[in-house]
């Protein structure tokens, strides 16, 4: 069980993110319980370094879904 009273640190790394995924996903399904499925990876990066890049938004929505599947595992 995640520590709920130590705070959460956004993800901003790709292995991170996939580490995250796999982490909750393995939770979930010991569980018994299905979480909706990740974020796609963005696949239209022109390498830039743009302001808001699509890898900004991804990131974005890693840290919802973190949070919707932390959310589920409680209940």
Not at 7 to 29: C, G, K, M, V
Not at 40 to 56: K, L, T
């Amino acid at each position: 069980m995640p520590d709920f009273s130590a705070p959460i640190t956004a993800i901003a790394d790709r292995d991170a993110a996939l580490a995250l995924f796999s982490a909750l996903q393995e939770r979930a399904n010991a569980a018994g319980i299905t979480l909706r499925e990740p974020p796609p990876e963005p696949v239209s990066c022109c390498g830039r370094g743009c302001n808001g890049c699509v890898w900004e938004g991804y990131y974005s929505a890693v840290n919802y879904w973190r949070d919707e599947a932390l959310l589920t595992l409680l209940d």
